[in-house]
Every structure is written in structure tokens, then in C-alpha cells.
């Protein structure tokens, strides 16, 4: 996990290319069928990134300071398996989440899971990734949103 903290951090040379498996499923909590490939989590762990960095917006941290912004608050590790849970805050509203993930033998990510809780805080991000989702493909296109 060492790695994906270095890329919180933006100190992870080759970022999410170096980190991501190429055939990386990403399951979103608000998103029924689950992702498949390392360019489409590419896109919603960078979306998650813009909106999950909490209401200040700073961007995301490694730990949680209590403040909203986006941070770690427990880790559990267990072989080739990661499950770290969040906390932040997202339109005035308290998001905790889990996010699980397993690496393979190399330690590149194979499987990235987020779970959430209260359902007002699941809303809340399935409305801000929406749009943050538009607006990077609006941007990727050339566009304006």
C-alpha cells in the first residue's frame, strides 16, 4: 500500500499507469456493473480523486485530519489484500467509506472497491461524480460543459 499512498501524494512516478493493472476492475458504489480495464478506473479514480478531496478542496490526503477533507482513519492489511476506510465530506455531507483493494504478486492493483455509508453521503457523491465525470469528458473533448 506504500505505493498507492506515494500516489496520493503525487509522488509515484508513472502515476496510475504504475499502479493499475491493465486489466484492473474498478466496482463504484453507485455503479451497478462493474469497470473493467485500467483506462475506465483510470477515470473514475481520478473523478473520485476531484471529489472525494472533501468540501475544502484540497486534494487528497493520506490522513484524515477531522477537517473534511478526504483521509484514511484505519488500515487493515492481509497478504495481497487492502481494505482502508475513509472519511471526508462532500456537499456539506459526512461520507465514511471502505475502499478494498487487492494487488497481485507484482503489488499492481487488480481490484479497487468502494463502499460508502450514510445514504445521503451516497447521493451526494453520485451527484458530484456525475458532473465531475461530464466535466473531464468535457475537457478531454475540447469542450466546455
Avoid at 481494505?83 to 503489488?107: H, P, R, S, W
Wanted: net charge negative; with cysteine.
Amino acid at each position: 500500500m506504500d505505493r498507492w499512498y506515494a500516489h496520493l501524494r503525487s509522488e509515484l512516478d508513472g502515476g496510475f499507469d504504475a499502479l493499475l493493472h491493465p486489466d484492473c476492475i474498478f466496482f463504484s458504489p453507485v455503479v451497478f456493473t462493474p469497470q473493467e480495464g485500467r483506462e475506465i478506473t483510470k477515470v473514475y479514480l481520478s473523478a473520485a480523486g476531484g471529489t472525494l478531496g472533501g468540501d475544502s478542496g484540497i486534494e487528497m490526503k493520506a490522513t484524515s485530519s477531522g477537517s473534511g477533507e478526504f483521509g484514511y482513519t484505519k488500515t487493515i492489511l492481509q497478504g495481497h489484500h487492502a481494505m482502508l476506510e475513509f472519511e471526508t465530506t462532500v456537499a456539506g455531507k459526512y461520507v465514511n467509506g471502505v475502499d478494498i483493494i487487492t494487488c497481485d504478486d507484482q503489488g499492481m492493483i487488480i481490484e479497487f472497491k468502494v463502499m460508502m455509508r450514510p445514504l445521503q453521503a451516497v447521493n451526494a457523491v453520485h451527484a458530484q461524480m456525475g458532473a465531475m465525470l461530464e466535466r473531464m469528458a468535457a475537457a478531454r473533448d475540447g469542450a466546455t460543459p
